[in-house]
Structure formats: structure tokens, C-alpha cells
């Protein structure tokens, strides 16, 4: 009974805190039941199946927000997930016994963010699925991504939560230091949040969703397709009179033969336009920068989602334009190396034109705001069927609006240009590589003293 319990606490959190419902809070507690129940006198079994369990029920939303398009991919990551979750708490158990509850502490955490770091790598959709993103909606938590990525985010909430277990098992130093580390690290975030940022900019994201822009993207009609750049091209005339000179519209969301418009709208109030194009011969998904002085720059996207986005050839080149300023299409945020490549000539504003799936808008826009800390870069998006958001270098959101409805929609606001590059950026994923090595010793000696 106390099993089920466990995990019944430990899934509705996970459910809650890591899909789409975004109670972020909840992320600090999500693992504790489980890592309770492992530190106590349950049977192996039972903590796995609880285990796997609540990790299974944090990937839920891979059904809801995607349907029977990640049917298959959504199964393999969630049962992939839910294993790992699973083992590592058998892990964190056996080191409790064997070894020490401080060593126990460290256990959990540096296996599950290992894990994490690792699926990275491998899977195609990047670091989809990382419980650092949840903190997004508390910047001072995610201050710590400058220095380590967002698995460092990964690993403050595993400590915090394997902390309150140890504690509740009456094992109070270990735990308590645990939870003091997690509140410094939190206290050095909100310092960082009050330190100058660099000189005010202003922007504005755009979104035409008309029957002129499905006709023009569905059918290639080109008369509809005129009107949307035309359509455009006058929201940034008007615009350009408020002193808004950057400019971003969605993924493909314009076409490449109909461009001239938005391009003659950039030239004429000197503006940066950054235009989400579809060319159909040859199919190409491509950001259009049009920069002041009449420079063109196109950047196809890196990181396609497949098999959608099949009939697009992937672009190879980066998408850094000058002036600390780059661009990136959707997809690509979700990739830490490929931002943090491109973040290494020092950008200070990230522009990204994107398409969402309506229920992901936060999800997948949080990701975008994250590569932002990490890198040190404001960020300037607009989503179909998500949301557009402006974002600065410390992850604080300055203006947002859902992009889910027929009509024109834009946001406009002043962001401060991120300090550039930070640690992250320059050093790379230092931090996660030794918490693997990590992992791997503290697996290697809880092994051994299970044997002796």
C-alpha cells in the first residue's frame, strides 16, 4: 500500500510539474516519494515499478500535445525514460545501504542528470525532454545554466528532491546539506538577476495566420501569397515609426517567390528582418535576414522534425549574422551544441522563427529561453500555433502573446542585449561530462560494496 501511495504522489507530480500543465514548482518534489520509498524497506520490485511508474507519467504529454504523430518515438522515449528512472533509484538504494547516506545523496542525482545529458546526444530530438526546463518560470533558478547547461539545472532539482527523502528518513546532515547547497545556488541566481544588463533594443515579433497564408503555404497560390508579404511588409512600415527596428515572423511563413515586399519594408526604415521562408523548388525551410544596408543572408534549418519536415534538405552553416546578432529556426533551439557553437561569436540576441503544435507552445518556447541563459543572448521568437516571446539574457520573459488564432498578431517591447559569451558557451558541457564520470565511479563503488 505504501508503494502504490509512493507512487501514485510521485506520478501526478511528475505529471503535473514535467508535461504540460507547467506546476514548475512541483519538479522539486516529483522524484522525493520515490527516492522515500527506495531509502526505506521496500522490496526491490516494488520501488522499480513506482519508479517506473511516475517517470512514465512525466512524459504523458508526448500523447497529448502530439497524438499519433509521436505515437511510435513518444513510446521509445517514455519506456526508455521510465527504465532509467527506474534504476537509478535502485541504484540511489543500494548506495544508501552499502556505502553512505551522503554518498547516497549524490547518487540519484548524478545518475539521472547523466542520463539525461547522454540521451541528449543521441536522441533526435535533443534535450527534449530535460526537467531543467520546467524552472523556466523561476529565473533564479536557471542562473545556474550560464556555468553548467541546463542539466545543472537537472541535477539542483534531483539534489533538492533526494535531499527532502534523506531528511524524512532521519538521515538530517546528509539531507540538509543537500537542500542548503540547492538554496545557495538559488540565493546566487536572484543575485544575478539584479546585475546590469546591456544597452535596450527594440523589437517586435509578428504573425499573420490568415486564409491568405494557408492558401499560400498549402496550395502555392501566388496572389495569396503576395498579400501575406505585403501584409507583413506594412505591420513593419508602421511599426518602424515607434522606433522598432528588429523584426522576426514565424517558420514558413512566407514564401520565397513573393518576398520583395518584406524585403523593400527592411531597406526602407533601415530595419533588421528576420522572415521564416518556404521555397518549393528546391524545398527548402529557410530564415530570410534582411540587414540594414541591403545585405541578404539565408540559413536553412539545421535540426529537421522528421518525418515532416522530410522533403527539407538540412542546412549545414550557422546562423550568426554580425554584430553579436544570429538566427536560428525552431527545431535548432532544441539543441544546446549546435546554439552553443554559434554562441561562441559572441551573440547577444538570438532571432527564431517557429512552429509549434498549439499545446507545446510554452513547452517548446521555454527551450529557446533557456539556450538564451546558457549563452548569454536575449531572445526575439515567433511561433505558429505557439507563442511569440520576447526574452532577455537572464531568462525573464518581457512579453509573450499565443499565436492560435485567425488574425494578425505582433508584440513589441524593449530587451537589453545579452553580456554574450558566458562560461557555458565557452567551455562547453565541462560540468555534465564530469558528472558522468561521476555517475560511472559512483556506480563502479556502489557495485563493488554490493558484492562485499
Not at 546528509?174 to 533594443?201: D, H, K, N, T, W
Amino acid at each position: 500500500m505504501i508503494a502504490i501511495l509512493c507512487a501514485v504522489l510521485g506520478g501526478i507530480a511528475s505529471y503535473l510539474a514535467f508535461g504540460l500543465d507547467n506546476v514548475w514548482w512541483l519538479a522539486w518534489f516529483a522524484a522525493a516519494p520515490i527516492l522515500w520509498l527506495a531509502y526505506g524497506q521496500a522490496r526491490d520490485w516494488a520501488v522499480f515499478t513506482a519508479a517506473f511508474f511516475a517517470t512514465a507519467m512525466g512524459m504523458i504529454y508526448f500523447y497529448q500535445a502530439y497524438g499519433t504523430m509521436m505515437l511510435f518515438g513518444g513510446t521509445v522515449l517514455l519506456v526508455c525514460n521510465a527504465l532509467a528512472g527506474a534504476l537509478t533509484m535502485l541504484l540511489a538504494r543500494r548506495a544508501f545501504r552499502r556505502l553512505s547516506p551522503m554518498v547516497a545523496l549524490l547518487v540519484f542525482p548524478a545518475l539521472w542528470t547523466a542520463f539525461e545529458f547522454i540521451e541528449g546526444w543521441v536522441s533526435p530530438h535533443g534535450g527534449w525532454g530535460a526537467w531543467g526546463y520546467t524552472q523556466v518560470t523561476w529565473p533564479a533558478a536557471i542562473q545556474l545554466a550560464a556555468i553548467s547547461g541546463v542539466y545543472g539545472v537537472t541535477f539542483l532539482i534531483c539534489l533538492f528532491a533526494n535531499g527532502l527523502a534523506l531528511a524524512a528518513r532521519g538521515h538530517i546532515r546528509a539531507g540538509s546539506f543537500g537542500l542548503a547547497i540547492c538554496a545557495a545556488i538559488v540565493a546566487a541566481g536572484y543575485f544575478r538577476l539584479q546585475q546590469p544588463e546591456g544597452p535596450m533594443i527594440r523589437v517586435a515579433a509578428l504573425a499573420d495566420v490568415s486564409r491568405d497564408y494557408i492558401k499560400a503555404f498549402r496550395k502555392g497560390d501566388p496572389v495569396a501569397a503576395l498579400n501575406v508579404t505585403q501584409s507583413y511588409a506594412k505591420a513593419i512600415r508602421s511599426l518602424s515609426t515607434r522606433n522598432v527596428h528588429v523584426f522576426v515572423t514565424p517558420e514558413t511563413s512566407v514564401e520565397w517567390s513573393a518576398i520583395t515586399p518584406i524585403a523593400e519594408a527592411a531597406r526602407d526604415t533601415h530595419s533588421l528582418v528576420i522572415a521564416g521562408a518556404h521555397e518549393r523548388q528546391p524545398a527548402r525551410d529557410m530564415a530570410v535576414a534582411f540587414v540594414p544596408g541591403g545585405k541578404l543572408i539565408t540559413y536553412d534549418k539545421r535540426h529537421r522534425l522528421l518525418p515532416g519536415e522530410a522533403v527539407y534538405k538540412p542546412g549545414i552553416k550557422s546562423g550568426v549574422i554580425g554584430k553579436g546578432v544570429g538566427m536560428a529556426i525552431c527545431k535548432d533551439l532544441d539543441f544546446p551544441r549546435t546554439i552553443r557553437v554559434d554562441a561562441q561569436a559572441g551573440l547577444r540576441l538570438m532571432i527564431v522563427p517557429a512552429g509549434d503544435f498549439k499545446k507545446d507552445g510554452w513547452m517548446h518556447a521555454r527551450q529557446a529561453i533557456m539556450r538564451g541563459v546558457e549563452n548569454g543572448f536575449s531572445v526575439l521568437r515567433s511561433a505558429f500555433n505557439g507563442l511569440e516571446t520576447i526574452s532577455d539574457a537572464r531568462g525573464r520573459v518581457l512579453a509573450s502573446t499565443p499565436v492560435d488564432h485567425f488574425g494578425f498578431t505582433s508584440i513589441q517591447t524593449d530587451v537589453p542585449l545579452g553580456p554574450g559569451t558566458t562560461p557555458y558557451a565557452r567551455y562547453g558541457d565541462i560540468f555534465c561530462w564530469l558528472v558522468v564520470m561521476g555517475a560511472l565511479g559512483l556506480i563502479a563503488a556502489t557495485l563493488k560494496a554490493s558484492r562485499t
